[in-house]
């Protein structure tokens, strides 16, 4: 399973943007064991849990720090998940990475450790 994110950029406080992580390798419908989440990175800080989506039957979990303002979804048609991010804050620039991991937990699945696959990391920058 390879993933490649995009859609990072600049965007003032309150904006939006939406993050596209592509998945090639195996078609997104296959990968129904699969936890498929995203994952930040400021400077000098740990890389943290922003949300993670698994197959229909689970609800989306998500960080508290972006709870109501970010949405994950998956399109398994486009072998794509996307991370849409509203009300965006400076606190939330980082660099983002999707991830996916095999046969996770739900207790484990907010551990950047517990997965096993990795995108490239797209910037977003939220500033005045």
């Known amino acids: 399973v390879q993933l490649q994110a995009s859609g990072g950029g600049m965007a003032q406080p309150g904006g939006s943007l939406r993050l596209s992580c592509q998945v090639s390798?195996?078609?997104?419908?296959?990968?129904?064991?699969?936890?498929l989440g995203w994952f930040r990175q400021a400077t000098g800080k740990d890389r943290e849990f922003v949300a993670v989506?698994?197959?229909?039957?689970?609800?989306?979990a998500y960080a508290d720090s972006v709870k109501g303002r970010f949405t994950i979804s998956r399109d398994n048609a486009r072998n794509a998940v996307y991370l849409q991010m509203n009300n965006l804050k400076p606190d939330d620039t980082a660099v983002y990475f999707c991830?996916?991991?095999?046969?996770?937990?739900?207790?484990?699945?907010?551990?950047?450790?517990?997965?096993?696959?990795w995108g490239q990391g797209t910037q977003v920058t939220v500033s005045s």
């Open positions: 989506i698994r197959r229909s039957g689970y609800t989306p």
């Open positions: 390798g195996r078609a997104l419908s296959t990968l129904t064991d699969y936890a």
């Open positions: 991830a996916g991991g095999k046969g996770i937990i739900l207790s484990s699945q907010r551990v950047p450790t517990q997965y096993d696959y």
